[in-house]
């Protein structure tokens, strides 16, 4: 059982170039969500899932796409890198509803953009 | 909106010396409270929710609505608890949760 599996671990960017983070669960939890670390303003919610085909905005969406096309999968698109997006991202999945506060967290991704 | 506020950046203690890491928040519905602890190089993990009032590694955090804080608090600290601890507020949308801005614990020998 591998849980929350991301890659790459690491991946430098330049401005403007475009990348796909990788998410994958196996422990069939229908709620996925992708998060980014800063110092100081600690995790914030870019997307979310709540099930196969369905998916939402967070509170820092800007420059970032989403889909979920299998309940195992969530991957995270930067459509035009941007220097701002250096972060370290997180990926995280819970069950259903009646125990959805519980997070599972991947590793994260270091991200820089120069 | 939905807001969490953790004061401290950075808390320092000796071991041995109690331990009050402070969160508060700001939500008009019904709130569901958890503390997720990061350890050094290791994943972001849940330490404790509100609902199961739970002492967990000899944590434990008293939700107080007349004052809108889940302070989290252990009476000896022990240096294996240093480590970034963040507040979370969930119960809304999406059911995804509302993260503060962490602080770090460091206990000294």
């Known amino acids: 059982n591998a849980g929350v599996t991301q890659t790459p671990k690491f991946q430098v960017l330049k401005t403007g170039q475009s990348m796909t983070l990788q998410c994958a669960q196996d422990?069939?939890?229908?709620?996925m969500s992708w998060y980014r670390q800063d110092p100081g303003m600690g995790l914030r919610l870019i997307h979310y899932?709540?099930?196969?085909?369905?998916?939402d905005q967070g509170e820092v969406p800007n420059g970032y796409n989403v889909s979920r096309s299998t309940t195992e999968d969530f991957p995270l698109r930067l459509l035009s890198a941007a220097p701002s997006q250096t972060s370290v991202y997180f990926c995280?999945?819970?069950?259903?509803?009646?125990?959805?506060?519980?997070?599972?967290f991947g590793s994260g991704t270091q991200l820089s953009v120069l | 909106a939905q807001r969490v506020t953790q004061p401290e950046k950075l808390l320092s203690v000796f071991k041995g010396a109690p331990v009050e890491l402070k969160c508060n928040y700001s939500?008009?519905?019904?709130?569901?409270l958890f503390w997720y602890v990061q350890y050094s190089r290791q994943r972001l993990q849940l330490l404790l929710r509100?609902?199961s009032r739970e002492s967990i590694k000899g944590f434990t955090a008293d939700l107080n609505k007349g004052e809108t804080s889940f302070h989290l608090k252990k009476p000896f600290a022990q240096e294996e608890d240093s480590a970034m601890y963040y507040c979370?507020?969930?119960?809304?949308?999406?059911?995804?949760?509302?993260f503060g801005g962490g602080t770090r614990l460091m206990v000294k020998p």
């Open positions: 995280a999945s819970s069950p259903d509803r009646a125990t959805n506060e519980k997070l599972f």
């Open positions: 509100h609902i």
């Open positions: 422990m069939n939890h229908e709620y």
């Open positions: 979370a507020l969930g119960g809304f949308r999406g059911n995804m949760l509302t």
């Open positions: 939500y008009s519905g019904s709130p569901e």
């Open positions: 899932s709540v099930g196969a085909g369905i998916t």
